[in-house]
Antibody, heavy 122, light 108 residues
Framework: EVQLVESGGVLGQPGGSLGLSCAAS????????MNWVRQAPGKGLEWVSTIGTTVGNTYYADSVKGRFTISRDNSRNTLYLQMNSLRADDTAVYYC???????????????WGQGTLVTVSS | EIVMTQSPATLSVSPGERATLSCRASQSVSSNLAWYQQKPGQAPRLLIYGASTRATGMPARFSGSGSGTEFTLTISSLQSEDFAVYYC??????????FGGGTKVEIK
């Protein structure tokens, strides 16, 4: 069974830093592109970041570029999101999600974690 | 950036009735369009990809259609478990991946 389990969501201070993790199991983690998608309270879904199957290719939404860093450790089957210079509008549930690239890229998110809540407030 | 617009924002439907949800893209996304269902307190779940292909395990009462800029999600006969928020997402031109604002399907 595919499982994605996020952790690290807590209360953060404006201007501060937080780190999120997503532990993957039930599939070959290194074969999947991994993503972070967030949802502010009562709002819709917003794509945040994507990392390719190897660590070379990373992509960010303009709203987080230069502040957030996505990374992965294929040996630990874990996805990360380092969040710096936090702002109040970063408050959201953060989901990790995957998509397949074999045999061809299929860039829809076929599995999601349960999410972890990040609250940025003083 | 491709903007995705969903309508209506809220759809009130009686159980057993048909629901039709719309999604419009600001420019062509070909058939690179997915639909997700989200229930309160839960993560989104993939329903449809490639505009019309049901994801594994999704009931046949869910169907998707369209290409280019106009897409439709149809629920042929609403069941109690179908009352939820539905989002469309384009993956034709990225980054960024973009989602519509969602349509809430509520009990009439």
């Amino acid at each position: 069974e595919v499982q994605l389990v996020e952790s690290g969501g807590v209360l953060g201070q404006p201007g501060g830093s937080l780190g999120l993790s997503c532990a993957a199991s039930g599939f070959t983690f290194s074969n999947y592109v991994m993503n972070w998608v967030r949802q502010a309270p009562g709002k819709g879904l917003e794509w945040v970041s994507t990392i390719g199957t190897t660590v070379g290719n990373t992509y960010y939404a303009d709203s987080v570029k230069g502040r957030f860093t996505i990374s992965r450790d294929n040996s630990r089957n874990t996805l990360y999101l380092q969040m710096n210079s936090l702002r109040a509008d970063d408050t959201a549930v953060y989901y990790c999600a995957r998509y397949s690239v074999f045999p061809l890229p299929m860039r829809y998110f076929d599995s999601w974690g349960q999410g972890t809540l990040v609250t940025v407030s003083s | 950036e491709i903007v995705m617009t969903q309508s209506p924002a809220t759809l009130s439907v009686s159980p057993g009735e048909r629901a039709t949800l719309s999604c419009r893209a600001s420019q062509s996304v070909s058939s690179n369009l997915a639909w997700y269902q989200q229930k309160p307190g839960q993560a989104p779940r993939l329903l449809i990809y490639g505009a019309s292909t049901r994801a594994t395990g999704m009931p046949a009462r869910f169907s998707g259609s369209g290409s280019g800029t106009e897409f439709t999600l149809t629920i042929s006969s609403l069941q109690s478990e179908d009352f939820a928020v539905y989002y469309c997402q384009q993956y034709n031109d990225w980054p960024p991946f973009t989602f519509g604002g969602g349509t809430k399907v509520e009990i009439k």
